[in-house]
């Protein structure tokens, strides 16, 4: 027989491929890899091993094109499908994701791996219901499988549904006590529930075990100042900063309490590195322009003259509404602006806006940059134009109304003698995190009942059957059917002598348009309403009732009501 010697550089190169695999050494593994599959490259099984040491060593994209390269060599393969799938996942690319993990269910439907990797992907896409019949079929098959009751626990969170996520993450612990995850998980639960204590011990328990988990030392310190502690709070993120400089969502916790606390300076300056966070549902998707982003340095004045900004609006309706303030601001030190928003605000921006600025809507990519020097995202304004708390631009209004549809809203009320107000109670939202806002409409029922009130629907979110039946019987007009844009919900509140409403984008709409407002605000409070003042530096027209307790709505009510007593007459308010 004779020496083949491809053969044997490729056998020699494997056999260090996989001693160096088990101890560890990802990169000497792929190196010897690569020259195995240099002479070799139809041997698919080293591609798959090669694209495991490259997922191993973090080094996803160059996983994920060896694996793609296996799959189109290789037999249909649990393995590979699962690898694969999980790679996708870690790249953000949960459709990908899902197919591969799809297609290794689909090839052992028994395998657990694949399905609870499924169920998680699932759960990414908002497909909560699949992601709840993966975690089942993995307890039919393996009843005590804590991976799977911290999934489900994990998905009741999301949905809202407080005792279930409780007793899935309590099942997953009493299987596995040192379940980091599921620790995690049920204080996160137990703080938003304002069950603080609890949340606290949770936590400690979780850092006794690991120490300097970045992620949970940040869940500590958000719970630290949910009780008020902000010193302390500060203080640990500032020391998590010390260890690791680059923890974006460290950074980001940092931005929100100094701008909570009123440091709007330091604050927006933090708030920079809300593009780079990674916990869930804080991430803020940048533009992709291919213009230079606009800082509001000394050193771009000139440019900034001779040129144009293209400003990206991004997160909420409240915050486009809130921090349009801005683009008037902005109109002095460049020769064109144009404003990108989102399409229910374009007439209402368009027209205050008119003559000014160029208003359009759409995707950032869809958008011609030709003609402009810069962009800027919204609320990169503020750290821009170097806000602090003296020099907010808080001239109302700001947002201007049609004429005609605040002229036909007038006339539809004019019989109306009481006072006249419009009701907000609750974000439409069901994560537990916004759940938060809403207020039990029976806490409103005496409210309601008031005579001297005429009470108008702002709320557009859907109402559950529960809450229609509720309605049904109260005195409350609901128009909302009306409101197809912001245009027109601005006009209706022209029309209303007042405002009052949960954290939602109608109170900076009524704030913006210089309409009397009360903001029915929860302990833990967004960081632009800072603390303990009923004013905002925001909106002058603007009067807030704080939550002391957590989810403790009725003195809140209470207070209100109190107000709504002294406050007879409409020119009293707010």
Excluded at 185 to 202: F, P, S, T, W
Excluded at 294 to 309: D, F, Q, R, V
Excluded at 504 to 532: C, D, I, M, Q
Aim: charged share 20%; hydrophobic share 45%.
């Amino acid at each position: 027989m004779s020496f083949d010697p491809v053969a044997a550089t490729v056998r020699v190169a494997e056999s260090e491929a996989r001693e160096r695999l088990s101890v560890g050494d990802f990169a000497a593994a792929e190196a010897a890899l690569h020259t195995a599959l240099a002479q070799a490259p139809e041997r698919y099984d080293l591609r798959c091993l090669c694209a495991y040491a490259q997922q191993s060593a973090g080094h996803l994209h160059a996983a994920r094109a060896n694996y793609e390269q296996a799959a189109q060599q290789a037999p249909a393969s649990l393995e590979l499908f699962n690898n694969l799938g999980v790679v996708c996942a870690r790249l953000n690319d949960p459709a990908s994701a899902r197919l591969w993990l799809e297609r290794a269910v689909q090839l052992a439907p028994d395998a657990l791996p694949p399905r609870l990797e499924l169920a998680g992907v699932l759960q990414s896409q908002d497909d909560i219901a699949g992601a709840l019949a993966c975690y089942e079929r993995v307890l039919t098959l393996d009843p005590r499988n804590a991976r799977a009751f911290f999934g489900m626990g994990s998905a009741f969170a999301h949905c809202g549904w407080n005792d279930d996520a409780i007793q899935a993450f309590e099942t997953a612990l009493a299987l596995e006590p040192a379940y980091l995850e599921a620790l995690n998980g049920l204080g996160i639960v137990c703080k938003r529930l304002g069950r603080y204590e609890r949340a606290h011990a949770l936590f400690a328990q979780a850092l006794a075990l690991t120490p300097d988990d970045p992620s949970l030392l940040r869940n500590q310190g958000l719970l630290l100042g949910a009780m008020g502690d902000y010193t302390a709070a500060e203080r640990l993120f500032r020391d998590i900063l010390r260890r690791h400089p680059d923890d974006a969502d460290a950074h980001f916790n940092l931005a929100s309490l100094c701008l909570l606390t009123g440091r709007l300076a330091e604050g927006f300056r933090e708030y920079e590195y809300r593009w780079h966070t990674r916990e869930p549902g804080s991430a803020v998707k940048a533009p992709t322009s291919t213009l230079p982003r606009w800082h509001g340095t000394p050193e771009e004045a000139a440019a900034a003259a001779m040129g144009g900004l293209v400003i990206y609006a991004e997160q909420g309706f409240g915050d486009c509404i809130q921090f349009s303030r801005y683009v008037d601001l902005v109109t002095s030190r460049f020769a064109r602006v144009r404003l990108q928003t989102r399409g229910s605000l374009l007439s209402l921006m368009r027209r205050s806006f008119a003559g000014r600025v160029e208003v359009v809507a759409g995707e950032v990519n869809e958008t011609d940059e030709a003609g402009f020097s810069h962009h800027c995202p919204l609320l990169s304004l503020p750290f821009a134009c170097k806000t602090d708390l003296a020099n907010i631009p808080a001239s109302v209004p700001y947002l201007v109304t049609a004429p005609e549809k605040r002229a036909a809203w007038q006339e539809r009320l004019v019989g109306e003698s009481r006072r006249k107000i419009g009701l907000v109670w609750a974000t439409g939202k069901r994560g537990l995190h916004k759940q938060t806002f809403d207020v039990p409409l029976e806490l409103l029922a005496p409210l309601l009942a008031r005579a001297d009130v005429a009470w108008y629907s702002l709320n557009k979110a859907p109402a559950s059957a529960a809450e229609q039946a509720f309605l049904a019987t109260q005195p409350i007009t609901d128009w909302t059917a009306k409101l197809n844009d912001f245009d027109d919900t601005a006009a209706f509140i022209e029309a209303l002598d007042l405002v009052i409403s949960v954290d939602t984008a109608v109170v900076h709409l009524a704030g913006a348009l210089g309409k009397p407002v009360w903001l029915l605000n929860r302990a833990e409070s967004e960081w632009r309403w800072l603390l303990v003042r009923s004013d905002s530096p925001w909106y002058p027209t603007m009067r807030i009732f704080r939550q002391a307790r957590a989810r403790d709505w009725a003195p809140v009510i209470a207070e209100l009501a109190a107000a709504l007593d002294a406050d007879a007459l409409p020119e009293n308010l707010p």
